[in-house]
């Protein structure tokens, strides 16, 4: 089967820099995507890593690392429209078509 | 193109009913896709399309579920005899085949049951 674990809940103040970190276990890796979710809304997709190393757009930087089966998604700059849940998925390699499994999610909560 | 479209936006139906949700993806997107999510936890995957074809059905998924995509372009979930366990809001989202790791989700219907 496959599992993600990420923290339940962030908390930090605007202008500061916050790491949400993804630890994933998958018998048929292929990418990690993020996604971002504001309450009330749909999931929309910030960014995705394939292979190791640091994708950056904009204020948002995402990181893996697939021999330690780990990502990180970095929110620098806080905005308080940054205060949403942010889930890692784990893009997995089926035979009928690659899907994506999605984690818990992390709540940021930005405050003044 | 105005994205991915559901409706109804909510349904209240009593437990026993049967109810069913319909999905427009954007257009030229081939890959159709249904979750489901709760309060506090990630969109649960349900199951997926490639065009008409059903590729994969969640083994959570109890046989009261069934979605069909009978042309290729919109999708339909149907939930038999609802109980108070279903309600969750249901989420559809679309991609293209190759971007399965960037997919754009509607807005989702949200489903109690009493």
């Known amino acids: 089967g496959q599992s993600l674990e990420q923290p339940s809940e962030v908390t930090a103040v605007e202008g500061a820099i916050v790491q949400i970190n993804c630890t994933y276990q998958?018998?048929?890796?292929?990418?990690l995507s993020w996604y971002q979710q504001h309450d009330g809304g749909a999931p929309t997709f910030l960014s995705y890593?394939?292979?190791?190393g640091l994708e950056e757009t904009g204020r948002f930087s995402s990181f893996l690392s697939r021999s330690d089966s780990y990502g990180y998604l970095l929110l620098q700059e806080l905005q308080m429209k940054d205060s949403a849940s942010y889930f890692c998925?784990?893009?997995?390699?089926?035979?009928?078509?690659?899907?994506?499994?999605f984690g818990g999610g992390t709540r940021v909560l930005v405050k003044p | 193109d105005t994205g991915v479209s559901q409706n109804p936006r909510h349904k209240i139906t009593k437990r026993g009913q049967n109810v069913t949700f319909r999905c427009d993806p954007i257009?030229?997107?081939?890959?159709l896709y249904w979750y489901r999510q709760t309060l506090g936890q990630g969109p649960e995957f349900l199951t997926y399309?490639?065009?008409?074809?059903?590729?994969?059905k969640s083994r959570l998924l109890s046989d009261r579920f069934s979605a069909e995509r009978p042309k290729g372009s919109f999708s339909t979930l149907e939930i038999q005899r609802t109980e108070q366990g279903d309600s969750a809001m249901y989420l559809c989202?679309?991609?293209?085949?190759?971007?399965?790791?960037?997919?754009?989700f509607g807005p989702g219907t949200r489903l109690t049951v009493t």
């Open positions: 989202a679309s991609s293209l085949v190759g971007q399965e790791e960037l997919q754009y």
């Open positions: 998958t018998s048929g890796f292929y990418g």
């Open positions: 890593n394939a292979l190791d």
């Open positions: 998925a784990v893009e997995e390699i089926k035979a009928a078509g690659n899907k994506l499994t």
């Open positions: 257009s030229e997107h081939n890959r």
């Open positions: 399309f490639q065009n008409e074809a059903q590729l994969e």
